[in-house]
């Protein structure tokens, strides 16, 4: 069954959140062709099983369940991919967002007044969010959207708005350069779109959260700054090996630090004073990147211990080929510290490569057994 509006909503535990939000949309768009469609990024709380109960009543409403995956731009786009509506908007599922602007961004883009119509908290004419966001979250919002115009020229009050309503062909244009990564999907669309897009922005006030917890920290706006990294490069470089590298220039940090520390602070051969920082960087390295660069896919409690080891093991065939090159280039006379970097360099690389496709989803497998 085909609807004219599809509205996205990525859960990740609110079972008490779904009932009330769908009444609403049921209040708000009667006579209005519609469908909700939840995406669960495997919620531990029963969020699937209300979702399940509500499918079975009502064929407005859809869910997918993710599992081993997670991130609200990511589910969004998902959600999207999965319909033949007209028109898609999406929104929060913790009942912040006031469902009551759905209608009107509806006949904006049925005028043809826009293309993309945003729900913003800081117009000068109306629209609120101070008062009901918490004092983290309005840093967020205040310095995302600050980098994002400044950066990527993109005039909006509010770029990192959640709640926005577009015509299924601009996502149909845009969706092969979306990132897909982080929670920020509107500043991802509008980068990605160029500046043909019709932008129409329309007021609403923040509502406070009924139940639930919020799921934004401050690594949000770490994963924004490296979106507006990767727009500002033309998506020459995904994000996620812009992370990489930022991890691996730490690890190459640390791996001089314990080379040094090694040959001359302890007297060390070089032979092991490179088999040491190799080591420590690769832990390094292992942990900084399940936190920052594989967050959406991130590994807790026995999954985590198993990703280092199989995290080790592939990659001690990275540290044998290091450690052996620049043995062999520091005993020919290059410099400690260029014979070390050129060693760590070719270890990155394979590491990149190996843990890419390899060690995330081989521990999330391997647990899953």
Known sequence: MAFELTIVVPVLNERDNIGLLVDRLEATLAGIDWEVVFV???????????CKSLARKDDRVRFIRRIGRRGLSS???????????????????????DETLLPEMLRCLRAGEADLVVGSRYMEDGGSGSGSQSKTRRQISVIGGWFGRLMLKVHLSDPMSGFFMIRAEVFENTVRTVSGMGFKILLDIVASAGKDLRIKE?????????????????????EFLLLLIQK?????????????????????VLHLGVLGLGLRGLGWEFLWAQAAAAAAAMVFNYFLNNLFTYRDQRLRGGRLFMGLVSFSLICSIGAVVNVNIAEAM???GWPWWLAGLVGAAIGAVWNYAVSSTLVWRLARRTAAR
């Open 232 to 252: 500002l490069v033309r998506d020459v470089l995904p994000a996620r090996f812009i992370m990489f590298v930022i991890a691996g220039s730490l690890g190459a």
């Open 75 to 97: 589910a969004c786009l998902e959600g999207m991919a999965t319909s033949a509506s007209l028109y898609f908007a999406v929104m929060d599922g913790d009942l912040q967002h």
């Open 202 to 222: 329309l007021p609403f006030v923040f509502g406070p959260r009924r139940h639930g917890e919020s799921k934004l920290d401050t690594l949000v706006l770490w």
């Open 40 to 50: 669960d990024d495997d919620s531990t709380d029963g969020t699937l099983g209300v």
């Open 330 to 332: 520091y005993r020919v």
